[in-house]
């Protein structure tokens, strides 16, 4: 099937913090209003299987873990997820926006546990050689404001949320090193402004990127 053909597939990234739930329902008013059929995921998840893959990989009592076992899991829950929702939505012409898909683990693992590119690499090329997103909207806000936000949150943060701020500190300078070197898929949407701009900013990013 042509990339015409098929659905659009759309992803959300972004430290801790930085509103990709909101960002979400503005993607997806958005593109219903355009008259396409959304199908919403995430990642670690999206399937039963990877909801219980998620469960192990942010429950606090699950401890540390080793980088590459958390990388391992965080791939397997995306197999599931390509496998039952992403790959059988696109293919019916139907378009997926997802919380997160394997920037986060290039972000996350790569960056933040300092594993380096070449494990995301190798395995994104044996999941998914074929498949990336049309579109990534990269939430970007400062570690410290996002900390905040968490803070202030009525449920105690997981087990990546806890993480010290220099790990944080990586993920954002991977997430911002990748959408430099891909500037035709990413956009940088700066998510400290206030929800109305930052609203804003994403649907004119969706007007100019996708229609």
Request: with cysteine; charged share 30%; hydrophobic share 40%.
């Amino acid at each position: 099937m042509s990339a015409l053909q098929r659905g659009r597939f759309i992803t959300l990234e972004g430290g801790e913090g930085a509103g990709k739930t909101t960002a979400m329902q503005v993607v997806i008013d958005w593109l219903e209003q355009d008259g396409r059929t959304v199908v919403r995921s995430r990642e670690p998840g999206g399937t039963r299987a990877a909801e219980r893959i998620r469960e192990v990989l942010l429950d606090p009592s699950t401890g540390e873990l080793d980088p590459l076992s958390e990388l391992l899991l965080m791939f397997a829950a995306r197999v599931e997820n390509l496998v039952h929702v992403i790959r059988p939505t696109l293919a019916k012409g139907q378009d997926v926006v997802c919380d997160r898909f394997t920037d986060a683990s290039a972000a996350y693992q790569g960056g933040g546990r300092e594993l380096g590119p070449e494990p995301i690499r190798r395995l994104a090329g044996l999941v998914h050689p074929d498949l990336a997103p049309d579109l990534t909207l990269l939430l970007d806000v400062p570690v410290a404001v996002g900390l905040a936000r968490i803070r202030n949150r009525t449920t105690g943060p997981d087990r990546i949320e806890q993480a010290r701020e220099g790990f944080l500190e990586r993920v954002r300078k991977a997430y911002l090193a990748m959408a430099e070197a891909e500037p035709e898929r990413f956009c940088v949407i700066d998510a400290s402004q206030p929800l109305d701009k930052v609203r804003a900013d994403i649907q004119r990013a969706l007007d100019r990127r996708l229609r």
